[in-house]
């Protein structure tokens, strides 16, 4: 019975709410509840490097990922896709319908110089955050904000910096390392500066800053949505 | 007819063991060694070799290093000889400690259907005693290897691993028996500590981490909740030749974040016990965090410390605990003396004159979550804090995270997570560390070095004057051990999560310590 049961077509229909709960008690002890991440990676990127396909992603649900991860052998097939479902949706954007049109929000992305700081397919200036899969990332809500109050929806890794040498000069800039001993960051030129702490007269870490400019007063309210559902399309690298 | 090679061969046998007990007990007399865990036997980790000190230590350079075949190096090497012995998963070394050359390997397979659950594959490093090195497998095995070749003498099963039992720990090696503990606390096993003869391998004796039916403690579990309650014991502990009494400390209560069906102080979860080094009896235990759940483990390494408290000389055991509060007990009896917060804290008021928290309502997980610092990591966790008796601090690694806590469901079934909830961390940029120094009778704070992440790193504290530890950004390093102030640092290229010795080669003192998949070996 319980064979056939699980040899059913029913059973192999993914359930996320089941997923949900499965990793909740199950998972979320390394992974974070959410997925954010713990004693194991986050999850929530758009794609997994050690499972980036649903079929992968099944199989290091249930045969795990050797040596730190063990394999989830009690869990069913539908259980084990269940989890898998939930987990693909915790990194990735739904697709959304937004106002703007695209393509004219690309001549935005031009025209407003956008790609003076960010690569978008391998095109653009590498100094801020790439885009390239952005709108698989963000929904459209967080993308406005981020273009016209660009310090209030930080990367999580991104942080401004102000360094003051012994000489007593001022360095501005985004970090790009820092340990108890020293401190390396890319100033607005995107040239890099490593300094010694111990040999600085002060460092900074200037938390809700960002070193872009926000985009209010140079977008019309056509403009921004445009560029919000061009930026909501880029959803990476084919 | 006797043959005089035999005879003579026999005689040396008897005679060249060579780290007999009484060498680890008097350490303290040949620094140049490092013959336990810890050191010595007080937990200590501290090193009394003068050599190195806050005008030299700036001239350390790498010596040698050594690369393991995995990510995560957690070893704390034994030293004997001229030869340092270090362990891996499943697996041990003799190295050379001029050239840094592998004299032997010794490995034992992992089986295909071994898992860790709600842990790494790790080790966290060997023991020696007599003419043996003595490994704890992560298949649950206590392994005696020849020190010599390192061909195995004899290997103990200490339990199955299928339902969740494993090893990380060194082995604490005592008077003719070799100690260990167990992992687990995530698997709903029955945590215990055992002690085995070092010669056969025979077990000498077992204390359960939670009493049976019938035993005082029992009644604080509810109904059958003690079967599958954790209380695992993966830490190395601690031990007092004069009294003959091992201290241990005990781990967190399962399911971890779900306390519903273990109503009750959950004994000896979260505790420090102090154990009959004969017979494994019960002495006394004090209990940090009562009916746990938040993962506070006390699985810490326990400092014996006899100084002087309120104009009397005391036998203290003190930890800073995974809980976020400092603690200075009596170790004849276990009474509470002292205690403060040493890290950020936001479960409980403060301790009441037993020692007991004064708890916040509301603190616990909830299916909605609730944000608490510590995060289930705690202020401090497995990696060892260090006592120096030249400044009288007690160094911690402190790590000041916060986690929203969250109670899931729990349903007990063997070999697999029997956790009933997790955490979510504040973002790593409000996350930090710091070196602490605590005041050994108050846990008062002394002096912090700041660090940019939460640590992973044990301390060693030296009698030149010097404090070692490590950084997740790679760094090694050493601190003034009076001020803190930073005098010398090394980038390893990956995180220090390990815990760092001194030792002599050829009469020069050394530092070594893992960063990575590397450990490294320092000197002048």
């Known amino acids: ?238 | 007819m006797k043959h005089p090679v035999a005879v003579l061969f026999l005689a040396g046998a008897a005679l060249q063991a060579q780290v007999p007990y009484e060498r680890i007990v008097n350490g303290h007399k040949e620094p140049g060694n490092w013959l336990t865990y810890s050191g010595n036997y007080a937990g200590h980790r501290y090193s009394g070799l003068p050599e190195l000190t806050p005008a030299n230590v700036g001239n350390l350079r790498v010596k040698w290093a050594y690369q393991f075949d995995l990510n995560r190096v957690e070893t704390s090497p034994i030293v004997d000889g001229g030869v340092m012995y270090i362990s891996a998963p499943n697996k041990a070394a003799a190295l050379d400690t001029k050239t840094g050359r592998a004299i032997w390997n010794w490995e034992r397979p992992i089986p295909a259907d071994y898992q860790s659950i709600g842990f790494g594959r790790v080790n966290r490093g060997p023991a020696i005693l007599d003419d043996k090195l003595y490994v704890a497998t992560l298949d649950c095995y206590l392994v005696a290897l020849d020190l010599k070749t390192g061909q195995q003498r004899w290997a103990a099963k200490v339990e199955d691993y299928k339902p969740g039992y494993s090893m990380t720990l060194a082995p604490l090696a005592i008077k003719g028996k070799v100690l260990v503990g167990v992992s687990g606390g995530e698997a709903g096993i029955r945590g215990f500590v055992d002690a085995y003869d070092a010669a056969t391998g025979k077990r000498v004796w077992r204390f359960y981490a939670i009493p049976g039916p019938g035993e005082p403690g029992n009644e604080t579990w509810a109904g059958d909740s003690w079967k599958t309650g954790g209380a695992s014991t993966w830490v190395t502990g601690a031990y007092d030749p004069e009294l003959n009494i091992v201290y241990w400390g005990i781990g967190n209560p399962g399911p971890d974040w779900n306390g519903d069906s273990r109503k009750g102080d959950n004994l000896y979860t979260c505790s420090f016990v102090a154990l009959d080094g004969e017979t494994g009896k019960l002495k006394w235990h004090f209990q940090f965090t009562p009916h746990d759940t938040h993962d506070w483990d006390a699985t810490h390494v326990p400092l014996l410390v006899d100084t002087e408290v309120r104009g009397r000389m005391r036998k203290l055991i003190v930890n800073p605990n995974r809980n976020a509060f400092y603690y200075a007990l009596d170790r004849t009896s276990g009474e509470f003396l002292a205690g403060q917060a040493y890290a950020k804290q936001t479960w409980a008021k403060g301790l009441d004159d037993k020692g007991r928290p004064i708890l916040i309502p509301g603190m616990e997980p909830s299916e909605e979550g609730v944000l608490v610092w510590p995060s289930l990591n705690g202020a401090t966790v497995w990696f060892s804090p260090s006592y120096s008796p030249q400044t009288k601090l007690v160094y911690v690694a402190t790590r000041e995270v916060g986690s929203t806590y969250f109670k899931r469901e729990a349903q007990y079934k063997p070999g697999t997570f029997f956790a009933g909830g997790g955490e979510t961390r504040i973002p790593e940029k409000e996350q930090w560390g710091a070196i602490r120094a605590l005041e050994v009778a108050s846990g008062k704070l002394a002096w912090e070095f700041r660090l940019v992440s939460p640590p992973w790193s044990g301390i060693l504290s030296t009698a030149g004057g010097l404090v070692f530890s490590g950084s997740n950004e790679g760094n090694i390093f050493a601190l003034d051990a009076k001020t803190g102030k930073p005098l010398w640092d090394f980038q390893g290229g990956g995180a220090v999560m390990a815990n760092p010795i001194s030792f002599a080669i050829e009469g020069k003192q050394h530092v070594a310590v893992a960063a990575g998949r590397t450990l490294y070996v320092f000197g002048q």
């Not at chain 1, 952005?134 to 990367?155: F, W």
């Open chain 1, 1 to 238: 019975m319980l064979l056939l049961a699980a040899q059913s077509p029913h059973d192999a229909i993914p359930d996320v709410a089941l997923g949900k709960r499965i990793f909740a008690s199950q998972c979320a002890v390394c992974h974070g509840e959410g997925g954010t991440g713990g004693r194991g990676p986050a999850l929530t990127h758009a794609k997994l490097a050690k499972a980036p396909d649903e079929e992968s992603l099944r199989k290091a649900i249930a045969q795990g990922i050797p040596p730190e991860m063990p394999g989830a052998w009690q869990l069913s097939v539908r259980e084990v896709a269940s989890v898998a479902k939930y987990v693909q949706g915790l990194g990735t954007v739904l697709p959304e319908k937004l106002p703007g049109d695209a393509r004219r929000g690309a001549q935005v992305f031009g025209a407003k110089g956008c790609g003076g700081c960010h690569l978008v397919d391998g095109v653009g200036t590498a100094r801020g955050p790439e885009l390239t899969a952005i709108g698989a990332k963000r929904n459209g809500a967080h993308l406005r904000t981020s273009v016209i109050a660009p310090a209030s929806h930080l990367p999580e890794d991104y942080l401004m910096l102000e360094v003051t040498t012994a000489a007593g000069r001022t360095v501005r800039g985004v970090r790009a390392a820092e340990d108890p001993f020293s401190v390396q960051l890319r100033d607005a030129g995107g040239a890099l500066h490593s300094f010694r702490k111990g040999e600085l007269k002060q460092w900074r870490h200037l938390a809700g800053e960002s070193s872009m400019p926000s985009f209010a007063k140079q977008l019309s309210a056509g403009e921004l949505e445009d560029l919000v559902a061009y930026l909501a399309g880029l959803r990476g690298n084919q």
